[in-house]
């Protein structure tokens, strides 16, 4: 796969219901899930439908986008202060 580092690419990581747009150089590792499988567990299994979840560092929202997918009428506020990774935010939202 050849892409520039500012390409976005969409992958599903594994074992997830939800896909996530990241740069060429963190594709394997979302598509084979290598993030905090045990943190993802904890905070969808204590967060609750009608809760709020912050989170700080969002990168390429992985934990915003599991509790978003998994908890509909839950609250998200999400931070990141990377300017590069706020771009890439920016293209996804628009």
Same mark, same amino acid.
């Given at each position: 796969?050849?892409?520039?580092?500012?390409?976005?690419?969409?992958?599903?990581?594994?074992?997830?219901?939800?896909?996530?747009?990241?740069?060429?150089?963190?594709?394997?590792?979302?598509?084979?899930?290598?993030?905090?499988?045990?943190?993802?567990?904890?905070?969808? *299994?204590?967060? *609750?439908?009608?809760?709020?979840?912050?989170?700080?560092?969002?990168?390429?929202?992985?934990?915003?986008i599991?509790?978003?997918? /998994?908890? /509909?009428?839950? *609250?998200?506020?999400?931070?990141e202060?990377?300017? !590069?990774?706020?771009?890439?935010w !920016? /293209?996804?939202?628009?």
């Amino acid at each position: 796969m050849t892409t520039s580092s500012s390409d976005l690419i969409k992958v599903t990581p594994n074992n997830c219901n939800f896909c996530m747009f990241v740069d060429s150089e963190n594709y394997d590792h979302y598509l084979n899930n290598l993030c905090e499988n045990y943190s993802i567990e904890l905070l969808l *299994r204590h967060l *609750r439908d009608n809760g709020l979840f912050i989170d700080i560092g969002v990168h390429y929202g992985y934990y915003t986008i599991a509790a978003g997918t /998994k908890f /509909k009428n839950c *609250r998200i506020i999400s931070f990141e202060p990377s300017p !590069k990774i706020i771009t890439y935010w !920016k /293209k996804i939202l628009n």
